[in-house]
């Protein structure tokens, strides 16, 4: 919520309108009504899927409600906030950006409840892309690497500086740069991209 916050706070300083709409993206109900007030108050162009937790694990031990978790939030909520969003998307000709990972395109042992759920993602943005195109609304994916931000920021020093040796950059990625990679998908420079995921990822993945 102290985040929301602060970046409602900025956007208001930058000379901007926003407002906060909480919501459970793991309940249909509570994103329908959360989907319909945001609409209500401003119409709904673009819409980013960024909710996402992990509960790593390597897989003998991971348990279902560890496995349930991760797939009631990071697939499940994005299902739920697209569909809710939809009918609003058909009218202003909006768009959907997904944000996916590279855990779903590469083997990311110890989170095989969250490299599904990224998979899943990546899956049903190409799907969603070529359903709603003649309908008027792109959805493309975004696919970040290891960040020095939120879940990279809580990795053990000894796992960071593997990864960090993995990554032909040599260094984390920084949120900004996830940011405006999204905010070009969602942007008319975009215009004719549909379907498709974008990798942010320092080469990690190459």
Sequence with gaps: VADAEQVVGE?????????????????GASVRAAVTEFATA?????????AAIVRDQLFPMLTTQEWEDVVSVNLTGTYHVSHAALPYLIRTRGCIV??????GIRASPGQANYSATKGGVLSLTTTLAAELALRGVRVNAVVPGVLSVGMGERLDHRLAER???????GRFGTGDEVARAVLFLASDDAAYIVGQHLVVDGGLSL
Excluded at 42 to 50: F, Q, R
Excluded at 98 to 103: C, L, M, Q, R
């Design 163 to 169: 990864r960090r040796a993995a990554i032909p950059l």
């Design 11 to 27: 956007i208001a300083a930058a000379g901007g309108d926003a407002v906060m709409v909480p919501m459970d993206v793991r309940d």
């Design 42 to 50: 401003g119409g709904l162009h673009i819409v980013v899927n960024n």
């Design 98 to 103: 997904n944000v996916a990972s590279v855990a």
